[in-house]
């Protein structure tokens, strides 16, 4: 089965600083795509962005950037120039394109909380 | 504009009762899913549906069920809650197998979050 693994239960960063959110997975398949959601204090789920493993650059939209490391299998997200309003859970998913089964839906790391501070 | 709602934002049962919580999306997506989330353990799925009337067992499938008789509407239900079912639980649904990146995005609902006591 799928796995992600997120080691920073917390991260602190100063306002306007760049910030890189660890996130390792572990599948034997070829064919998966990786996501970042942000879940701020009221609860909903935002996606952020989306890479999928054959995507041959790093994903990137607006101030979130996607440092996708094939070989070692990690998928950390960089925010850019950090805003107070960043501050938030941070969760790394993963899906698998198979055929059928839970797998193809998907697995969430544990997150991380973000802390951005004045 | 996309939505994805939850029948409560908050909600207190007791022990031994019959809970059903209630998920309704409005893009006619033919995936819908249920997850619980509690804190250290991230989003766990519970239960998905990929069509009407179609269920899958998801990770922790144990001590629920679900239902969908319309596209539209995912039910998630507490046969008989317990105090390890205190969580809060999100409803989610996706569009189906598109060529095209947004189609991967899943879209959530607000979150309901159970007590049981």
């Known amino acids: 089965a799928q796995k992600i693994t997120q080691t920073q239960p917390g991260m602190f960063v100063q306002e306007k600083e760049a910030v890189t959110l660890d996130c390792t997975y572990d599948?034997?398949?070829?064919?998966?795509?990786l996501f970042w959601y942000k879940q701020p204090s009221s609860g909903e789920m935002i996606f952020l962005i989306y890479?999928?493993?054959?995507?041959?650059q790093n994903a990137t939209e607006g101030r979130y950037s996607l440092n996708f490391q094939k070989a070692r299998k990690s998928a950390n997200l960089v925010i850019s120039a950090s805003q107070l309003g960043d501050s938030a859970m941070y969760f790394c998913?993963?899906?698998?394109?198979?055929?059928?089964?839970?797998?193809?839906?998907?697995?969430f790391g544990s997150g991380t909380q973000l802390t951005v501070l004045p | 504009d996309v939505k994805v709602t939850q029948s409560s934002r908050y909600l207190v049962k007791r022990t031994g009762e019959k809970v059903f919580l209630e998920c309704v999306q409005d893009?006619?997506?033919?995936?819908m899913f249920w997850y619980r989330q509690d804190p250290g353990l991230g989003l766990r799925l519970i239960y998905f549906?990929?069509?009407?009337?179609?269920?899958e067992k998801g990770d922790i499938p144990e001590g629920y069920s679900v239902s969908r008789e319309k596209k539209e509407r995912f039910s998630l239900i507490l046969e008989s809650a317990s105090t390890n079912q205190t969580s809060m639980y999100l409803c989610?649904?996706?569009?189906?197998?598109?060529?095209?990146?947004?189609?991967?995005?899943?879209?959530f609902g607000p979150g309901t979050r159970l007590t049981v006591t």
């Open positions: 989610a649904s996706r569009a189906g197998a598109v060529l095209s990146r947004n189609s991967y995005e899943q879209y």
């Open positions: 599948t034997s398949d070829p064919s998966y795509g």
């Open positions: 890479q999928g493993s054959y995507d041959q």
């Open positions: 998913a993963m899906r698998l394109y198979v055929s059928s089964g839970s797998a193809r839906q998907l697995t």
């Open positions: 893009m006619d997506h033919e995936n």
């Open positions: 549906s990929y069509d009407v009337k179609m269920k």
